[in-house]
């Protein structure tokens, strides 16, 4: 009878033990670390730049009013803004800034040339990380013709009078690779 007792004492202590892990899991003992992938972080807490803001009043002129192309012509001239005449849909202070600046002198096909010069860069990067990636040679694509039997070939059959297209091309057969040939 000890020896049933001891047996079941044991299977009762094992089965103890096997639910401890999610006993003390359900009870939130358990030290369980944040998912760093779950954290989000909150945007800080700013005050507003300006406290002298008032809510508008109904009826009250609004301060913002002037269009943004009357405000930078107010900010260059320094002076109200006033009605210009506008000459080939251009006023005279937009052309007199071009002017001081240059825009007036741009070439015209500038964006064909950068475009141009980007696809330089990027196809010379790709061929960079090309030499990086596929380190081997490549096999080139199609068939090599022999050159010497082949004019051979056409010379006899000029000689004899056959035409040129009679007789199977000499073709150079590629040796296949070895297992590891090109690594070392």
Do not use: H
């Amino acid at each position: 009878m000890s020896r049933l007792t001891a047996l079941s004492v044991i299977a009762i202590l094992s089965v103890g033990l096997a639910a401890c892990d999610s006993a003390r899991e359900t009870l939130g003992l358990n030290k369980r670390a944040p998912d760093e992938f779950a954290v989000v972080p909150r945007a800080p807490l700013v005050l507003p730049p300006n406290y002298d803001l008032r809510p508008p009043e109904p009826g009250a002129p609004r301060p913002q009013e002037a269009t943004p192309a009357q405000t930078a012509r107010q900010a260059l001239t320094g002076t109200a803004p006033a009605a210009a005449p506008v000459a080939n849909g251009i006023d005279p202070l937009d052309q007199a800034v071009l002017a001081r600046t240059g825009g007036d002198r741009a070439d015209p096909s500038i964006r064909a040339t950068i475009a141009q010069e980007n696809t330089q860069l990027a196809e010379a990067s790709e061929s960079f990380v090309d030499d990086l990636l596929f380190w081997q040679e490549r096999e080139q694509p199609g068939t090599v013709i022999d050159a010497g039997a082949e004019q051979r070939r056409l010379q006899t059959n000029q000689a004899v009078g056959r035409p040129i297209d009679t007789g199977e091309t000499p073709i150079i057969e590629r040796k296949r690779r070895g297992l590891l040939e090109g690594i070392f």
